[in-house]
């Protein structure tokens, strides 16, 4: 038969703490996530993989609506002479552009580029759109992928030259109302990511040479993650009229006076996912936040013969509707061909925050044993106690991020100025790399590569 | 100030009955649905367009995931190599491919289509991961865009070079399977577009010349707009082994023998909100039907004075609170600047199904006045009657499926065999343009491109 990475009875065969890079490519193509795709730098998620996506999309989708914003689509192709309008933009992106030049044997004229992001677009259609302060504010999100020519070695959901993200464009009449809406996107991301993903964040301000490219500033969410470095994993760009000035984003204000309009921009990638993994996982392979496993609960059937067979499933099924009629995700493995300890292992390695074992002998004793993935302890449940099931979900939430917040804190050091910082980090060659400036440095900052809000 | 089509104060201007093509596109703009983007081809996606798509994909995706089906993200790059491998594909698309030559300053070597449809692509993937019959089935649904470059006229929704849709793509071991999974997913075309979209439409076969390029045989669900013409409004494809030969998508079977796969695959895309408009629309403008509607219900208060204003406020915001918590989408039309008849007019022609009025007069009666978008009609609903609201929404999305049927009987005729068939559709040069043989004219079929299945 046929060889594949993804083959089921293979496990991860390196442990994080000694090649993290490799553990982590191991579980993504193990618990199958993602694999790659054809072409270099491009990967292919797999449902388990989308699945986590959508559950982000359904929660951020939410918290938009609240906030006002609706979604649209903007096509992927952009004319290079729309690009250019805004030099230094157009600059920071070019050299990872895809150009489109023909359609079937005919050239296109002006080279078309496959959207490293809308701004342009989108801005261009706001520009038609708007016309009085009554069209403002407009407040549009784009769920798409962006695509940026990647040299460097593919990594899955972290280093890819198509990535699912979703870009926010908002317009606004007044400076003010635009810097809160930046802020406000912000707290929405860190929010979400730490009650969805279980991840910590710091939320701060990118350096000037680290801001988005046509940004008159950016704000970014980051982490640490376990090898020690910082993982960008969202921004929120305020962009003045940097781009409504030569887009001509304008609209007649309250005493009918022509006004350019303020802008914001923001973003996150499928990088989450990314960082969800680095976080949690383990040397047995992935571990799910239950919020956004799509598998909550798997009940593992313990039996050798038929008769037992015959004694476990009525109770399995029985449970599992209980489960079920709560929305908690179940599944349940009746794989016949197949030990109990190969799903165990199976199901570790995909993550599934909970294991229900159940055999004639729990039977007997009236109770279930719970496995929960994240920290391997096991307990057992009474019949009669099922219904905790979904509390227990809720802890698990909490404790990964409790864990978390204490790992990452282990990789946190205070300093008190910029001397101090450069000492701490140890190598100046690799602060300028990162583009840390001297005035992104705050007493107290916690954080290297920005200046933090809190 | 800046002037655009689609500014506020401009009504439809032709007749739908007179000049069908351009009261269409007056609707598309004038609505807010879309608008055309800056490379002619491409449309851009307002939020009132939008919110539509993804009340369907959110239908869709309900019924797929109960029919076992999940969804996953491919690339939009295919390599020209890999495009080519199932000759009569590729020799069907690649008239109308986008090519991707260059990454920044960089000559890509193989040339990257973007994705015309990704059976190509899927099916490396499925090579991949399918080993043996418990991989199977495999059914992986794909929401994304796919484009075809498109030398005609832009027509949005219905003729873009770049288009919303989903690709399903199942893989499995009997061929008997498959071919039930082709119906299984035709069947849930049918029933989401009548039942959501409230059009009839009518499920066949395509003729051997317009069946899908590699597939075994095409079924079709088809439609009749108001112009007389057949609309396809969504394909489901048996594959047969066409593609799991060259792309050796294979599995060993339970017997340990290697076995070529049999598959099918299925799509529709935002054409079904083409043919909504289409069907459903008059000449004030856009008719939704409630169930896709981003607004069921406005509300819009009548009042000259600010006394009035504060009787009738008080009253619409209580009805406003009440609609919402039976979870109608409901929308206060608040602006002071603007008549009663102005709103009237703004909120038909962007198809609102249902109107309340509200005024001093009213709030003295106890009641409200509604008006129904689609046929216009006008009643009063006592202050104790609210709750009769979703109900009436239920009502108005029978009734629009019901016109609709009526108007698609009249553009629809019987015939025994293929000469009558040939002197009722008039002109055979036509009929050659569409592809109808002799073999797909069944007794009393009453469509004209395809065997239907009823």
Known sequence: MKFSLSKEDIGITVSKEVDFSEWYTQVVLKAKLADYAPVKGLIVLRPDG??????????????????????????ILIPESLLGKEKKHFAGFNPEVFWVTHSGENEVGDRLALRPTSETLAYTMYSKWIQSWRDLPLKINFWNTALRAEIKATKPFLRTSEF????????????EEAEKEVMKILEIYKKTVEDELAIPVITGKKSEKEKFVGAVY??????????????????SHFLGQNFSIPFEVKFADKDNVEQFAWQTSWGVSWRLIGAMIMVHGDDKGLVLPPKVAPIQVVIVPIYKSDDAKNIVFPKLNE??????????????DDRNELTPGYKFNDWELKGVPLRIEIGPKDIEKQQIVLAKRYNREKINLGFNEIERIGMILEEIQKDMLKNAKAKAAENTIDIGDYSEFKSKIGKVDFLTHIGVEKLDVRKRSKKRQVQTFE
């Not at 989308?50 to 096509?75: A, C």
């Open 319 to 332: 449970i599992k509707e209980q489960l079920e009629t709560t929305k908690i995700r179940v599944h349940v």
């Open 164 to 175: 699912l993200w979703q870009e926010g464009h908002t317009v606004h009449a007044v400076q």
């Open 50 to 75: 989308y699945s986590i996506w959508e559950s982000l999309r359904s929660t951020f989708d939410e918290k938009f609506s609240k906030n006002g914003i609706r979604n649209g689509f903007l096509p």
């Open 218 to 235: 950016t704000t970014t969410m980051e982490s640490i993650m376990p090898d020690g470095k910082a993982l960008q994993m969202g921004t």
